[in-house]
C-alpha cells in the first residue's frame, strides 16, 4: 500500500481488501504507534494475540 499515492492505511481498508478478518493472521511492521493502533483495532474486532506478529520499525 502506496502512502504516498492512496493515505494511510487502516484497518476499514484492509478488511475491504480481504474480508472476513476471522482466520487470518496479521504481520504488522511500522513505527510502534502504528502497530498499537492497528493491534487495538484488531483486538476490537475479536482477533486473538496469536494472529498478530509484528516488527517495530523506524527510520533513525
Known amino acids: 500500500h502506496c502512502s504516498a499515492e492512496k493515505g494511510h492505511i487502516n484497518l476499514d481498508l484492509v478488511e475491504k481488501e480481504v474480508g472476513d478478518l476471522n482466520n487470518k493472521k496479521f504481520f504488522i511492521c511500522?513505527?510502534?504507534?502504528?502497530?498499537?493502533s492497528f493491534k487495538t483495532d484488531l483486538k476490537k474486532k475479536g482477533?486473538?494475540?496469536?494472529?498478530?506478529?509484528?516488527?517495530?520499525?523506524n527510520f533513525k
Do not use: L, V, Y
Request: proline residues 6%; without cysteine; glycine residues 6%.
Open 47 to 57: 482477533i486473538k494475540n496469536r494472529n498478530i506478529m509484528i516488527e517495530d520499525f
Open 30 to 36: 511500522g513505527p510502534m504507534k502504528m502497530i498499537e
